[in-house]
T-cell receptor, first 112, second 116 residues
Framework: EAQVTQNPRYLITVTGKKLTVTCSQN?????MSWYRQDPGLGLRQIYY???????DKGDVPEGYKVSRKEKRNFPLILESPSPNQTSLYFC???????????FGPGTRLTVL | AQSVTQLGSHVSVSEGALVLLRCNYS??????LFWYVQYPNQGLQLLLK??????LVKGINGFEAEFKKSETSFHLTKPSAHMSDAAEYFC??????????????FGKGTKLSVIP
């Protein structure tokens, strides 16, 4: 089944404790991206990647890191999480540009 | 730079009535435009997209949208609302920002309620 998977789906952590949210797609898509969704703000793009080893900042990249070492994986790294990063995070992938994306199920992150 | 404005954070319609969700965009280069739907506790699903072909775009579930360059709009419509259409709808824009790089920008969303 074609899909985008994210892990974990739910995470509660404390300020400053490094964490990684994994994202994987099995559709051989070139384009992948991360978003955060907050009430009243819609979705905001954090980082995106046009292909392996190519990443670009989105609208809200501060406090996040990404890497794209393999085509299928695009992990989101929070080196030192803070409470303002509490949010619902979505990973997405797309087969071509312009990107019309397939979204993962979301990861709800709470930083205490 | 690009941006999206969705007019109305909440829209209520009666079952069987016309659905109209408004989206205006700003882009310095020719844009590509999308509408997504999000049902409660789910991810986003693509409804339709405009990629510089026909200006009237038909999508899934009976929705359609018309690209109007002169008005910088991409409003979403459906002739007759169903209860199952109750969800949050997001308009999004992207464009080639150089070297084939595409940043995607979403609007803040419009929550559609359908009244029986």
């Amino acid at each position: 089944e074609a899909q985008v998977t994210q892990n974990p789906r739910y995470l509660i952590t404390v300020t400053g404790k490094k964490l990684t949210v994994t994202c994987s797609q099995n559709m051989n898509h070139e384009y992948m991206s991360w978003y955060r969704q907050d009430p009243g703000l819609g979705l905001r793009q954090i980082y995106y990647s046009m292909n392996v080893e190519v990443t670009d900042k989105g609208d809200v990249p501060e406090g996040y890191k990404v890497s794209r070492k393999e085509k299928r994986n695009f992990p989101l790294i929070l080196e030192s999480p803070s409470p303002n990063q509490t949010s619902l995070y979505f990973c997405a992938s797309s087969p071509r540009t312009p990107p019309s994306q397939y979204f993962g199920p979301g990861t709800r992150l709470t930083v205490l | 730079a690009q941006s999206v404005t969705q007019l109305g954070s909440h829209v209520s319609v009666s079952e069987g009535a016309l659905v109209l969700l408004r989206c205006n965009y700003s882009s310095s280069v020719p844009p590509y435009l999308f509408w997504y739907v999000q049902y409660p506790n789910q991810g986003l699903q693509l409804l339709l997209k405009y990629t510089s072909a026909a200006t009237l775009v038909k999508g899934i579930n009976g929705f359609e949208a018309e690209f109007k360059k002169s008005e910088t709009s991409f409003h979403l419509t459906k002739p007759s609302a169903h209860m199952s259409d109750a969800a949050e709808y997001f308009c999004a824009v992207t464009a080639d920002s150089g070297a084939g790089s595409y940043q995607l920008t979403f609007g803040k969303g419009t929550k559609l309620s359908v009244i029986p």
